[in-house]
């Protein structure tokens, strides 16, 4: 914290005047941040601010554990799905491409 040794009257008066506006300031903003905090809706939106609503209709964003969580896992269950598959087909083309060199070599 710091002392300040004012020499007169009036320099305690301006710093005391600073004070004041910078608590007024402070108070403003504070009151700027309550209004937006108050204007969060049960869906975990910001009503008070535009264009927040158009976020998709999703569970990803649901404030729920179960439905966010089972979302995701839907998620990475499609993803591993796709790329499983391609990497079975690439796997698939490689192994018919080496049994067919194998399988044309030997002679009956």
């Known amino acids: 914290m710091e002392t300040n040794n004012f020499s007169s009257m009036q320099e305690l008066v301006s710093y005391l005047s600073v004070l004041e506006d910078r608590i007024r300031s402070i108070e403003t903003e504070n009151r700027e941040l309550k209004k937006v905090v108050n204007g969060f809706s049960r869906e975990g939106l910001v009503t008070s601010h535009q264009g ?22 839907g998620h990475f269950f499609v993803s591993n799905l796709i790329i499983g ?24």
């Open 52 to 73: 927040l609503d158009k976020l998709p209709n999703t569970n990803l964003l649901n404030l729920n554990f179960f439905p966010r969580a089972f979302a995701v896992w």
């Open 85 to 108: 598959l391609i990497l079975s087909c690439i796997y698939f083309l490689i192994v018919s491409v080496l049994l067919g060199n194998v399988l044309g070599n030997i002679q009956f």
